[in-house]
């Protein structure tokens, strides 16, 4: 039997509604939920003696339910005449105090504040159908009469499916008028309902009546369900939230019907409501979905989120396929929440997590945990602020693996990390005792142990200095120019190593120059000076004034600054650079791009400003480091003993192991376009 509308405009006509309940008959349509899912939340805002106004009853069952347990005072109304007589008819004898009268919600006949509550399940997602001129004008007038005849500090509450119109409007109609806005997620997931009319998430809105008072701020409130609420800062937080809850439910039903193979899902899960997720859930297919293993959950340590092999869709699905899961799904812990135990993470996930098991998944089945180690991870908040250019930002201790510690500094809009190595403190004995750790852990200015921290240190052995190849003063009298966006990792190494290197540091601000200061070491001093004028005009200046450096570092993850890629290269910019470097001299760029494209014209654009450019090859296919050399004489003879020198002079590791810096060059790709 179809009960649809042809049109959207039939849902305003009571000659549609009477048809519907003609041919529905007396079986109860309930609109988003039952009784048993909804009393917990509708018993908290209305009391047994408080007169209840129903708009837009239908023949749902609510009414007769919440007379059944006490609430007499019950008036309904409805559009449809039809439906009316029914529930009259049906109610008489066992329910002789309520009413069911003929009305529309927007012109009733009832006085000014005569109602303690205005209960509407349904009636305003069935009215506002779009957003059109003519709808909203309905729906301001709805509205109006809602709050004629509530008593000042009666509640609406409006159970509702809260589509994007929908909210919209709520959330611009309600606060604009002083009313407070709470809205509660109804928990209709484990309902007995199995023929259920919807499957996306309600919501109830509960809307109290206030007299709008002069620069009243909004009160917005959120909750996950009818106890646990938290007070939202503006209404595109609220916004922000809601959507979460709705596309979280959403992707759930998808996700049960089919592989994801080829695309990753991620989802939002506010196990305690908040402005930032609690948990954030990728559902990662295996191309080989002939393992043994068909559902599994990997939780990510505390700290490790932002690592390529969990941020990524590369490096999770990678994890997935060592694994040998068909379906993985990869949990993030979020900074902005506290955990206790891995069992207790364990514990608030498995209701949630059981959902998101593939097609075909055996009930009961148990699923495997797995994380590495058997700990939630560490993580340590050590400052947290605000870039200017770069935005908001946390500098954070992280345990990695056991015994490996790092200080990271993370910017919250989604820019690449950098990171530090800590050791252990040590405090010297007198005498022949030996030292004694302190408990507390200090910057290892020494340590070179990532990826492309390697490949730009090794860079430098293209530089030869003005004393030749002696050894012992090798870099030690070279001037290097650092164009920094983070923590000025590569210029602490290179300090603390060579202390009479002449350093220029470039900083996007003042404020990354500080916490660069502040937590990762970066002490000025006559050799080492920081600079924060801004890339582009520092370097245009200074090739200007005839002065010359060995080499220029260049850090293009600097993504949101006046240095983009685009504007690196530039020819007015490479020119510039290419004036600021001797004749031997030679640039040094990192960035984390694509390697297929933005790779490709990096290349590109150097080979026609430089002699020769060369390509490193590094185990982090994410990141791309680029050497291009002013002169054209083959000096790979001479950077590889240098390689060596310097690898005895800093402490490069690799998984802990000590490295030789002249491998990078064995690995080396001179590009030919």
Known sequence: MNLLPRNHSEFHSPQYWDQFFQKRGTKAFEWYGEYPELCGILHKYIKPADKLLMVGCGNSQLSENLYDVGYHNIVNIDISDTVIRQMTEKNRQSRPDMKFLKMDVKNTDFADGEFAVVLDKGTLDALMVDDSTEVVADIDAMFTEIGRVLKQGGRYICISLLQDHIMNKVLKFFPNIGWPIRVHKVNTEDSENKD???????????????????????????????????????????????????????????????????????????????????????????????????????????????????????????????????????????????????????????????????????????????????????????????????????????????????????????????????????????????????????????????????????????????????????????????????????????????????????????????????????????????????????????AKQDLVVDAIVVDLDYLKSSLTMENFLQDSFLSDVKKLLLPNGVLICKCQCDPDKTKETLLTKLSSSFSRVFSPAIDDSSYTVVYALCSDKDTLDTATANCKYLSGKLNVKDDGDDVDLSQTLKNLTLFKP
């Not at 295996?286 to 990510?300: H, M, P």
């Not at 891995?342 to 998101?356: F, N």
């Not at 990390?417 to 005792?433: F, I």
Request: glycine share 6%; net charge positive; with cysteine.
């Open 196 to 542: 259920k009319e919807f499957n996306m998430p309600v919501f109830a809105v509960i809307l109290t009546k206030f007299k709008k008072l002069p620069n009243m701020k909004q009160i917005l409130e959120v909750g996950a369900s009818d106890d646990k609420v938290e007070r939202m800062e503006s209404t595109d937080k609220i916004h922000t939230v809601l959507k979460e809850m709705q596309y979280y439910a959403i992707m759930r039903q998808q996700i049960k019907k089919r592989e994801l193979v080829g695309e990753q899902v991620s989802l939002s899960l506010y196990s305690e409501v908040s402005s930032a997720p609690r948990y954030t859930l990728f559902i990662v297919d295996s191309a080989d979905q002939k393992f043994t293993n068909k559902f599994g959950i990997f939780i990510v340590p505390e700290g490790r989120e932002i690592e390529w092999m969990f941020s990524t869709d590369e490096g999770r699905q990678k994890l997935s396929q060592s694994a040998g899961f068909c379906r993985l799904v990869v949990v993030t812990l979020n900074r902005a929440h506290t955990y206790e135990t891995l069992d207790a993470i364990k514990s608030e996930l498995s209701p949630h997590v059981l959902e998101l098991a593939p097609p075909n998944f055996k009930s009961g089945s148990q699923v495997p945990y797995l994380s590495l180690g058997d700990h939630k991870g560490n993580r340590t908040v050590r400052y947290t602020g605000t870039s200017p250019t770069l935005g908001e930002l946390v500098v954070e201790d992280v345990v990695t693996d056991p015994g490996q510690y790092r200080r990271r500094l993370v910017f919250t809009d989604n820019l690449p990390y950098c990171e530090a190595t800590l050791k252990p403190e040590k405090k010297q004995k007198k005498g022949k005792q030996k030292s004694k750790e302190t408990g507390r852990f200090i910057l290892d200015k020494s340590c070179v142990d990532c990826d492309y921290l390697r490949a730009m240190v090794t860079g430098l052995s293209f530089v030869t200095g003005k004393t030749g190849q002696a050894k012992d003063c090798y870099l030690s009298d070279c001037k290097v120019l650092v164009i920094e966006w983070s923590n000025a990792g590569l210029s602490v190494v290179l300090h603390h190593t060579f202390p009479k290197m002449a350093l220029t540091v470039v900083f996007p601000d003042a404020v990354i120059q500080q916490v660069a200061t502040d937590w990762f070491g970066f002490s000025p001093d006559k050799n080492m000076t920081g600079v924060t004028d801004g890339p582009s005009s520092f370097i245009s200046t200074t």
